[in-house]
């Protein structure tokens, strides 16, 4: 029972950690953003922000390799560090320069660098803090940090730009700092799992590696379930409020009702005393997800738009939840900075260009269209997942950290057989 209260409380104390980082994270674009549009106006603004962007895409592979051949948790403590020490280092800019774009800039890309290394850091740790079969509930604890952080961030930033910008760095440093404080009480599991991040690096990841595991139709079809949802969607809210003719306040509900209910999902997800969904639970939600997707982009009035948004909350956030949860069961621990790269990759490095593809399509088509084709994507999704096979608890394949032998799967999930560590050689087919 000991063993079983150091690893919850130290996977509790991650959760924590992750969401102190995803505020900052967030609290620190924001105030970025204000800052730079003062130093220079909107297109300053637009050039600080892809400047960070840039390094983080080019550099996320990297830091997934570095994430496999180094202990993950390390790499999340000194880069959170980094950030910290960055932010403080702002704030003396802008006290002695001011706001200047010069330094922005150059906060901007240094902090893409490190995002870029702790991303993949912190998405590899999970697997080494708890039981395969208790992956879900710590992915569905992650998701509800990451939806309170995107709800609570924009706010907090907005309220610490009131006190002057080298407050508000200032600030923003302390919930980086406090990361760095509980990510050190972070201890692995046992002994096994600390070895496996010590063990001799693996050779860069193929894609031969990841179907060889079975895991290229898992890996792509949750980036495919995530891309829209990625910031994509959120611009689209706002210009259907403004194609409707809505308040700016109507899209801030629909993207809050969407926040709670991911919340709602992923916490119930994590207390339920159930065994985690698989495949159906899956397929069902992204079968929901589309024509939510069409109603919320046809809808002409608010009432229904937030009911969507908070709908499409419940099923994304249950996709995220399972498909993450058996990424990390299914993946050798060697492999998972790299595949949560891939994730990241597929995604955030992707957003700057979703970005102006919706643009484009609402501009060209309206922006029901631009529902339309994230629906499709949805469709494309589900397509993709349901050749994926989703490990259950219990039938990974990293010897370490799983069973015996496989169990008998449910709920039409395809099974998973048990190589002790060694990879299939029937191509994972």
Do not use: K
Request: glycine share 12%; proline share 7%.
């Amino acid at each position: 029972m000991s063993g079983d209260a150091g690893w919850r409380g130290s996977a509790a104390r991650w959760v924590v950690a992750y969401t102190a980082a995803v505020v900052g994270d967030v609290s620190y674009f924001l105030v970025l953003t204000w800052a730079a549009a003062e130093a220079g106006g909107p297109r300053t603004s637009g050039v600080v922000l892809a400047l960070g962007a840039v390094p983080r895409a080019l550099l996320m592979l990297l830091g997934g390799v570095l994430a496999d051949r180094v202990d993950p948790r390390r790499i999340a403590i000194a880069t959170d560090g980094a950030r910290t020490l960055l932010l403080l280092l702002a704030t003396g800019a802008a006290s002695w320069f001011g706001l200047v774009p010069w330094w922005l800039a150059v906060l901007a890309v240094a902090f893409g660098v490190v995002d870029a290394c702790f991303i993949p850091a912190v998405g590899a740790m999970p697997v080494r803090l708890v039981p395969p079969e208790a992956l879900p509930r710590l992915q569905a604890w992650r998701l509800t940090g990451l939806r309170a952080g995107n709800a609570v961030g924009p706010a907090l930033g907005a309220g610490l730009v009131v006190l002057g910008i080298p407050a508000a760095l200032a600030s923003v440093a302390v919930l980086f700092a406090l990361s760095v404080v509980l990510l050190l009480t972070v201890r692995s599991r046992d002994r096994t799992a600390r070895d496996g991040a010590d063990a001799p690096p693996e050779p860069p990841l193929r894609l031969s590696q990841l179907r060889r595991q079975g895991l290229v139709p898992l890996v792509v079809g949750t980036a495919l379930s995530e891309l829209p949802f990625s910031g994509p969607v959120a611009i689209g809210v706002v210009l259907l409020a403004q194609e409707r003719g809505w308040p700016v306040a109507a899209a801030g509900a629909v993207l809050a009702a969407f926040s709670v209910g991911g919340i709602v999902v992923s916490v119930l997800l994590a207390t339920l005393p159930v065994a985690a969904p698989g495949r159906l639970t899956t397929l069902v939600a992204l079968g929901a997800t589309a024509p939510l997707l069409l109603l919320l982009g046809s809808t002409p009035d608010t009432a229904h738009a937030i009911v969507a948004g908070a709908l499409l909350g419940v099923t994304t956030g249950t996709v995220m939840v399972i498909c993450h949860g058996r990424i990390q069961q299914s993946t050798p621990p060697a492999l998972l900075g790299r595949v949560t790269a891939l994730l990241s990759l597929a995604t955030l490095g992707l957003s700057p260009l979703t970005y102006g593809a919706v643009g484009v399509v609402a501009g060209s088509w309206g922006v029901g269209a631009f529902f339309a084709l994230a629906a499709g994507v949805m469709v494309l999704a589900g397509v993709v997942l349901a050749g994926a096979r989703l490990a259950r608890p219990g039938e990974d394949r990293v010897p370490d950290l799983g069973s015996e032998g496989a169990r008998t799967s449910h709920e039409g999930d395809l099974r998973v057989e048990p190589t002790r560590g060694r990879p299939r050689q029937d191509g994972g087919s």
